[in-house]
């Protein structure tokens, strides 16, 4: 499976950005798929997941109400729509892959297999 992240950009606070996550690989769209975000200087950390079906969803308390994460498993396309943006979700965004087949999501780095390459989201203040 390889995942290739767009949609990254420079915008003001308050403004909004689409990052897409494409996947190649004929089972991509059977994986749970999450979003991670690393910021200068920090620790990567979770950002938004989404089941393979859709139905499942689970967002970091930071990003709860502004960012929604959504799929369209006929294009294997994962979107993370980002709202109300702040200058604090500066970060290199990336799109990783869960590779077991099952229904829930997962929040932890160690249960997607599969990573994109990143997309920088600058927010200025």
């Known amino acids: 499976v390889q995942l290739q992240a767009s949609g990254g950009g420079l915008v003001q606070a308050g403004g909004s950005l689409r990052l897409s996550c494409a996947a190649s690989?004929?089972?991509?769209?059977?994986?749970?798929m999450g979003w991670f975000r690393q910021a200068p200087g920090k620790e990567r950390e979770f950002v938004a997941a989404?089941?393979?079906?859709?139905?499942?969803?689970y967002y970091a308390d930071s990003v709860k109400g502004r960012f929604t994460i959504s799929r369209d498993n006929a294009r294997s396309t994962v979107y993370l729509q980002m709202n109300s943006l702040k200058p604090e979700d500066t970060a290199v965004y990336y799109c990783?892959?869960?590779?077991?087949?099952?229904?829930?999501?997962?929040?932890?780095?160690?249960?997607?297999?599969?990573w994109g390459q990143g997309t920088l989201v600058t927010v200025s203040s």
């Open positions: 990783a892959a869960d590779p077991r087949y099952y229904s829930g999501v997962s929040y932890s780095e160690s249960s997607y297999s599969y």
């Open positions: 690989g004929r089972t991509a769209s059977r994986y749970a």
């Open positions: 989404i089941s393979w079906s859709g139905t499942s969803t």
